[in-house]
């Protein structure tokens, strides 16, 4: 029976604090206000960004135009400031050899994913990329999560056999609103409180621990 892994990407797969939040504080900075909290700071990763920037109590106008001055800066130099989690790679290569299929599934810009996939050599090992659309037609993960699973051709039957890893709240909802399992990384940017009440069948410390639990060998 094939088995499907699909991944979140930031604070999963790669670490993207400096790229990311250099971003949101070049984007309140355009409207003057500055933020230098790291906690507020680590707390905007992982959400769409039109939620991270409705928290300082701006309506829907104004984060659009703030989502665009993050992205003007993001196209720059925020993508490419990634850096892979140790054994990231190693693990992907054990799950492709075992042969199974392998998919992204990110509130991210899918062109961006495919880039950042692309820079830190984790691309060659994914059979399907799906990110959000610039225009929001597809930005909330449990959609990302269906439209990976569609990409991917599995069958209702084949659910139980899908793994969807992240490490925010949403990552464990959407996997369970797709009927998938729910595996969550303690070493991303949600806590493990965040994660078990968000629903996380597996909580892992590690990248490498995904391996054994889904080829069964835990």
Do not use: W
């Not at 629903?199 to 410390?205: E, L, M």
């Not at 490498?208 to 069964?216: F, K």
């Amino acid at each position: 029976m094939t088995k499907y892994v699909l991944f979140d990407l930031d604070g999963t797969l790669n670490d993207p604090y400096e790229g990311i939040t250099s971003c949101i504080k070049y984007a309140l900075a355009s409207v003057g206000l500055e933020e230098n909290d790291p906690e507020k700071l680590r707390s905007c990763i992982g959400p769409p960004l039109r939620d991270t920037f409705a928290k300082y109590g701006f309506d829907s106008e104004k984060c659009e135009e703030l989502v665009a001055k993050y992205r003007e800066k993001f196209l720059v130099t925020g993508i490419h400031q990634n850096v892979p989690y140790e054994g990231t790679h190693e693990m992907l290569n054990a799950l492709h050899e075992h042969g199974c299929k392998i998919a992204l599934a990110s509130c991210k810009p899918e062109h961006a994913c495919k880039i950042i996939l692309e820079e830190t050599g984790m691309l060659k090992f994914f059979d399907v990329v799906s990110g959000a659309t610039l225009d929001k037609t597809l930005d909330t993960k449990p959609a990302i999560i269906k439209l990976s699973l569609e990409r991917l051709g599995v069958k209702e039957e084949e659910l139980e056999h899908v793994y969807m890893v992240g490490d925010r709240d949403m990552d464990m909802i959407g996997a369970h609103e797709n009927k998938t399992v729910a595996v969550g990384c303690l070493y991303g940017y949600g806590g493990e409180e965040e994660l078990c009440e968000a629903g996380a069948d597996y909580i892992i410390k590690g990248p490498l621990e995904l391996v054994d639990i889904v080829l069964g060998k835990e």
